[in-house]
């Protein structure tokens, strides 16, 4: 039995039945010949069979697509690297080599739009599938129905986008600077360094001893000359929670 680029292995026929035509009237298919084989077995959560078969890349068994599988032993050659298989009939859990057309990952990408966004596309006479300039149309719609602040936010990401990778990690080096020499000053400028504090870290410790103790909020306010809110902060640590 070939479980490498070869006729089919018989323990794997166990898995597949016949399913039915594709929707031809979907705009979403393109031309295929006779019915998918559905595949009965295991499958990823987007619905890809899965099963054990020889990798060539890897040079042993293991758990693979079941539809790249099949294309694989129809055509008696490894998918080349970097290439994908795309579903014709739209059906991700059929595994008829006839169904399957080896595609790029751009290209892959490209006809994996949103189903809905395809046939609204398609209704309006753009067919997604072969027309590029469809996806950027629906963009643009997609975009003017924003709300202005979503507007604004999504074109400064596309302009970082656009940057050069170079541009982009000297702004975030410059950025981790600035954040580090803010942090160093907020050091400085922290507790007792600070000119309107008006309690010492001894003071901190000694309240937070008493309210161990015991004591109420607005006696150790009333000793310290502070407020009770001050005291309230200091022990759930939004205040001095730094210190130790």
């Known amino acids: ?22 929707d031809a009237s979907d705009p979403l298919v393109r031309p295929t010949e006779g019915p998918c084989w559905e595949w009965k077995g295991s499958k990823t959560s987007k619905g890809y069979g899965k099963c054990w078969a020889y990798s060539e890349r890897l040079g042993r068994m293991s758990l693979r697509q079941a539809h790249v599988c099949f294309w694989e032993w129809e055509h008696g050659e490894p998918l080349p690297s970097g290439a994908q298989t795309d579903h014709l009939c739209r059906n991700t859990g059929c595994v008829n080599p006839l169904h399957l057309e080896m595609v790029s990952p751009s290209e892959n990408v ?10 609204a596309l398609a209704a309006a006479g753009l067919h997604p599938l072969q027309r590029p300039g469809a996806r950027v149309k629906a963009m643009a719609a997609s975009l003017a129905a924003m709300p202005e602040e979503h507007r604004q936010a999504y074109q400064k990401r596309t302009e970082w986008r656009a940057l050069p990778i170079k541009t982009r990690l000297r702004i975030q080096q410059e950025r981790a600077a600035e954040s580090m ?19 010492q870290e001894e003071d901190v410790r000694r309240v937070r001893a008493s309210l161990v103790l015991g004591e ?28 130790r």
């Open 1 to 22: 039995m070939n479980y490498g680029c070869g006729p089919v292995p018989q323990r794997v026929w166990q898995h597949v039945v016949p399913g039915a035509l594709p």
């Open 110 to 119: 490209r006809r994996g739009l949103v189903p809905q966004q395809q046939k």
């Open 181 to 199: 020499r803010s942090e160093e000053q907020r050091e400085l400028r922290r507790g007792a360094r600070n000119a309107a504090c008006r309690m």
């Open 216 to 243: 109420t909020e607005r006696e150790i306010a009333a000793r310290y000359g502070i407020s009770a809110s001050l005291v309230h902060a200091i022990k759930t640590g939004r205040k001095w929670g730094w210190l």
